[in-house]
């Protein structure tokens, strides 16, 4: 079945210094989410990109979608310790909700 | 308040039992999913449904079954022929028209 690369796994990161995640596949995408889990938490959206090169911004956080639409980047810039948590992406490769596959994630801790 | 319950919480159940945990939500979403989280690990989907009285198997339907009578509510048992029960398990629901899901806050299962 159709797979979706996360990295890195796990990131420790200074507080204040730069985070980014990236999320790789193999065939074009529909569209892509990007999730955060709190630790104990539920995942929540965060933003969906849906056209290729598409740059989305949140604050401190830069969301890229790739020109050919098979890759995507979260980049968050001076992180806080508010910061920490899992993100993932979900890949959405055409049709349904149903055909969304989520990443493994990345684990983010931050250092006061 | 708008939004997706699950319940229980935790649950511990014996091996050979069968055990149904129940998802409700009031944001009248048509869609409905179920996925499971293991530690390190993305979210896999078990079920899902688009509208009442239909659904369809996730990646990992096995050992696990659905029933969507009402389109508030989605439960899922997790039966005997489920090998490996233990993990945290999480509704979603989303509007057929978008693609943003909303998570309730989990169940966390563990067989003994």
């Known amino acids: 079945g159709q797979q979706v690369m996360q990295i890195p796994q796990y990131q420790h990161v200074q507080e204040g210094e730069d985070f980014t995640t990236y999320c790789n596949s193999s065939t074009t995408l529909s569209n892509i989410q990007w999730y955060k889990q709190r630790p104990g938490g539920h995942p929540v959206f965060l933003i969906q990109l849906v056209k290729s090169g598409e740059v989305k911004k949140q604050k401190r956080l830069t969301f890229q979608f790739g020109e050919a639409k098979k890759n995507s980047s979260l980049h968050i810039t001076a992180t806080q310790t508010t910061d920490v948590g899992t993100y993932f992406c979900a890949a959405n490769y055409g049709g349904s909700q149903g055909n969304l596959i989520f990443g493994k994630g990345t684990k983010l801790s931050v250092k006061p | ?112």
């Open chain 2, 1 to 112: 308040d708008g939004g997706i319950t699950q319940s229980p919480k935790y649950l511990f159940r014996k091996e050979g039992q069968n055990v149904t945990l129940s998802c409700e939500q009031n944001l009248n979403h048509d869609a409905m999913y179920w996925y499971r989280q293991d530690p390190g690990q993305g979210l896999r989907l078990i079920y899902y449904s688009q509208i009442v009285n239909d659904f369809q198997k996730g990646d990992i339907a096995e050992g696990y079954s659905v029933s969507r009578e009402k389109k508030e509510s989605f439960p899922l048992t997790v039966t005997s022929a489920q090998k490996n029960p233990t993990a945290f398990y999480l509704c979603a629901s989303s509007m057929r028209s978008t693609g943003e899901l909303f998570f309730g806050e989990g169940s966390r299962l563990t067989v003994l």
